[in-house]
């Protein structure tokens, strides 16, 4: 797990938390990167937004015979994905409304791992004929279980007023181009804000470390 004070850059992982083909999560987190090039933290260099691709980690049901709170990961699979986890110090989850909950595969992602969760933080994104928002509580709350800390401003984006269906073909099921209503930028301008200052007070650089030029971890 990362140690409590840290050098350089805080590193935010945007999760991309559907994985099917055709999905609109890959539209709305490459909106949330686009976003996140604009804020001021990105900007000045104290902070880097990275794509975490579920899809990309094809991690099966999860297989540990272990559960993860112990940290005794046996599959190289998991021990890939708790690199990449690790390697956040905050999250953005980006997450659909799938029967009134998140996708199998981001409850699956989160059950995989414990400890590189665990102090961290995370700005929670739903979308969904509703706005995701049950989807949105649920992954609060699991959230809680493995001592993420979410930031108090979510967004929740609509199938309806967010996505342009202008010329689909109504028996089109796949339609709708990602286009977010009025204020969602600035809902997510928010959200971000809150999570690298929340991310930053649990996580300070160490003047002494950033005065080395040490690009290690200390604390
Ligand atoms: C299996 C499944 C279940 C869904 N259930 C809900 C739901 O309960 N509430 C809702 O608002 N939207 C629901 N939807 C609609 C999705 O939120 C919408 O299709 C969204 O685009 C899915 O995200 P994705 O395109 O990134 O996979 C569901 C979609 C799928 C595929």
Redesign the pocket.
């Known amino acids: 797990m990362r140690n409590a004070q840290s050098t350089g850059p805080l590193r935010i992982g945007v999760i991309v938390?559907?994985t099917?083909p055709?999905?609109?999560?890959?539209a709305?987190a490459r909106w949330v990167m686009e976003a996140a090039e604009g804020h001021e933290a990105v900007r000045a260099g104290d902070a880097v937004f990275t794509l975490v691709d579920l899809a990309e980690q094809a991690l099966p049901l999860l297989d540990e015979p272990v559960p993860a709170l112990f940290g005794d990961y046996r599959r190289p699979h998991t021990r890939r994905w708790a690199e990449v986890v690790d390697g956040c110090d905050a999250f953005v989850f980006v997450t659909?409304?799938?029967?009134?909950s998140i996708?199998a595969a981001l409850k699956n992602g989160i059950d995989y791992l414990y400890a590189e969760w665990t102090d961290k933080v995370a700005g929670v994104l739903s979308?969904?004929?509703?706005?995701?928002n049950?989807a949105a509580d649920h992954l609060r709350s699991i959230l809680t279980e493995v001592r993420t800390v979410v930031v108090p401003t979510g967004v929740a984006l609509s199938?309806f007023t967010d996505f342009d269906f202008t010329g689909a073909d109504p028996g089109d099921r796949t339609a709708g181009r990602f286009a977010p209503g009025d204020g969602r930028e600035a809902e997510l301008s928010t959200m971000i804000a809150e999570v690298v200052t929340w991310s930053r007070a649990l996580h300070p650089v160490d003047p002494a470390g950033v005065a080395a030029g040490s690009p290690e971890l200390v604390g």
């Open positions: 938390g559907s099917r055709g999905r609109r999560g890959a709305v659909p409304d799938y029967n009134r996708p979308y969904g004929v509703q706005g995701g049950r199938i």
